[in-house]
């Protein structure tokens, strides 16, 4: 290899590492936004409104639903159903910008009625972004 090639081959290099760096979310954001996807975890078995809305952005915009719709469609889960339990595993985060990230996991959900539990097991996306209280989610629900 020339030394103009190694020059090339380093310039790669620190270019690629730069682009990780800018764009790899911190350890500090990535306990964050675990703590947020754990609170949701609790809002949701302890079937806590309050809790639930929270964790949800103001500028929540995902299809059309505003945050009204997603807590509306959280109270009507929690009318149908007398007892749930959520769990989520397997998240993968990851920073788009300064004040944006994405977290995909896996969760399974668990409902009681009528006697009997109910299981979903789903892997989803969100979308959260950060304001001057924390991370919110922002889409994705």
Known sequence: MTLSQKKHTYLILVILLITAAITACSDIDKAEISQVMDARDRAISHQSIPEYSALISTDYNDNNRGKINVVAQMVSLFDKF????????????????????????????????????????????????????????????
């Open 82 to 141: 007398e007892r749930a339990e959520m769990s989520s595993y397997d998240r993968q985060i990851r920073q788009l910008d300064e004040s944006r990230a994405q977290c995909d996991q896996s969760y399974t959900l668990k409902v009681f009625a009528d006697g009997e539990w109910r299981r979903i097991v789903q892997r989803e996306q969100l979308t959260l972004t950060r304001n001057s209280t924390g991370w919110k989610i922002i889409s994705g629900l």
